[in-house]
């Protein structure tokens, strides 16, 4: 069966500090992209950060950054400088395999900013 | 212009009707889905079609029936509404078999009573 396992169900972190989420994935896929989603409470479900898996270089977009591991199938997400509004559930999502446009999610990881 | 609307945001039925969620994208994308997220937020993904052609038909019972009469609009209609089918229905649209990921709506808060 296809899997994406984030194993932090909850996180908490204090504003300005730093904080990593992470996801293990299986896809037999050789080519594929990887993705973090942000579901805030408005229920919006927002594209956070994209991986290309051909790429060695970890993505980064302003203050969300990847740690990509191929080899491992590990790709955690890192959110410096946090904000009150990355209060959110974050979805990690790879392709299921035989079909790259499938995306499975993960469980999600809801994180907590705080003063 | 919102890129994938659907409606309604908010829909409270009795259990055994029948209704109808709508899904357009103004975004050019070729493929749509419809993804399921249960109360305790798990998404997973029930149908998807191509250019109007069903490609993804996930073990869903087959009161839910989606139809796309072009590219741009994917609906899905429940019959004979049940009380677990009480969750939020996400649509979403890619590109290019997801390279760039999926656009989604704001999704539809259903809620069977």
């Known amino acids: 069966a296809q899997t994406v396992t984030q194993s932090q169900p909850e996180m908490s972190v204090q504003e300005a500090e730093t904080v990593t989420l992470s996801c293990t994935y299986d896809t037999s896929e050789n080519n594929y992209y990887l993705f973090w989603y942000k579901q805030p409470p408005s229920r919006q479900m927002i594209l956070v950060i994209r991986q290309e898996a051909y790429k060695q270089q970890n993505a980064t977009e302003n203050r969300f950054s990847v740690n990509f591991q191929k080899a491992a199938k590990s790709f955690s997400l890192k959110i410096s400088d946090s904000q009150l509004g990355d209060t959110a559930m974050y979805f990690c999502a790879s392709p299921a395999a035989g079909t790259a446009s499938k995306l499975t999610f993960g469980t999600g990881t809801r994180l907590q900013v705080t003063l | 212009d919102t890129a994938v609307s659907q409606t309604p945001k908010y829909l409270v039925t009795q259990m055994g009707n029948d209704k109808s969620i709508k899904c357009e994208q103004n975004?050019?994308?070729?493929?749509m889905y419809w993804y399921k997220q249960d109360s305790k937020k798990f998404l997973k993904i029930m149908f998807s079609?191509?250019?109007?052609?069903?490609?993804i038909n996930e073990t869903v019972p087959n009161r839910f029936s989606p139809k796309s009469p072009d590219k741009a609009h994917l609906n899905l209609h429940i019959n004979s509404l049940e009380l677990g089918d009480s969750a939020v229905y996400f649509c979403a649209s890619s590109q290019q078999q997801g390279a760039y990921g999926y656009t989604f709506g704001s999704g539809t808060r259903l809620t069977v009573v």
């Open positions: 975004l050019g994308h070729d493929t």
């Open positions: 079609y191509n250019n109007k052609e069903l490609i």
